[in-house]
């Protein structure tokens, strides 16, 4: 009964793991270039500590554990603003931007011009050139972002976005407020990733999706703790009619 207990508590913890990402994703639906998560799963055998020296040996018991978090970093829909200033990175890119702990890496193409005149994000991390912030006077009047990342006003160019290349969901960490670090050296976009002009990418999470998977782990996760709560009823039955034997 113990074993049963153990299996189950193990099922519940990597289904409460996953409701937290799925609700994660379902906040975020209208978040500007999020990437929705999922969860992955694998199979824990019993240490090899057993009673193999019995007529009947003991069983190898399978445990539930969740391995790690998918990013999926496929596209997500883009709905046309008009803003000059809101971009999509077009192919597997992401823009730089300079955080508290450092240079970090974002889809949030919603761009804006922040008080001291540096273009920033719209979570307000100031967006990096390759030769450093991107700066304006706070005087022009026409300001347009290249295909290539090029930042130009009506006097001149006034820098170039810094894009980086992005293979590997893997090599990303999540850091929370849509910026993400990374555990290796990403290298510089390649040619084939574009910056598209007065255009937003949305989320790429599926509501529909999201919502029938919340509904059917929470269904699981009643079905486990129905499980469970059987098993208990079993072992205290048990336990009240060996106590009910006259000595």
């Known amino acids: 009964m113990e074993n049963a207990l153990l299996i189950g508590l193990s099922r519940q913890v990597a289904l409460a793991r996953e409701l937290d990402v799925i609700a994660n994703n379902v906040a975020n639906i209208g978040t500007t270039g999020f990437k929705a998560r999922s969860l992955r799963f694998e199979e824990y055998l019993m240490p090899k500590a057993s009673g193999d020296s019995f007529p009947r040996p003991d069983k190898r018991m399978s445990y539930v554990q969740d391995r790690e978090t998918v990013l999926d970093l496929s596209g997500g829909p883009v709905e046309r603003t008009g803003n000059p200033l809101d971009v999509v990175v077009n192919g597997d890119g992401m823009l730089a931007v300079q955080t508290p702990k450092g240079e970090r890496y974002t889809r949030n193409g919603a761009l804006q011009i922040n008080a ?87 989320s790429n999470v599926k509501p529909v999706i999201e919502m029938s998977r919340l509904i059917e782990v929470n269904r699981s996760y009643a079905t486990v703790s129905a499980m469970l709560q059987r098993n208990d009823d079993m072992r205290r039955s048990a336990i009240e009619k060996l106590a009910a034997i006259p000595s």
Do not use: C, H, W
């Open 116 to 202: 001291q005149g540096n273009l920033v994000t719209s979570d307000g991390y100031p967006v990096l050139g390759e030769s450093g912030p991107i700066a304006f006077t706070g005087t022009e009047k026409f300001i347009a972002i290249g295909a290539d990342g090029t930042v130009s006003a009506e006097d001149g160019a006034r820098g170039k976005i810094k894009m980086v290349g992005v293979k590997d969901p893997r090599s990303l960490t999540n850091e929370g407020g849509n910026v993400f670090s990374a555990t290796t050296a990403l290298q510089p976009a390649d040619k084939t990733v574009r910056l598209e002009s007065g255009a937003l990418e949305r």
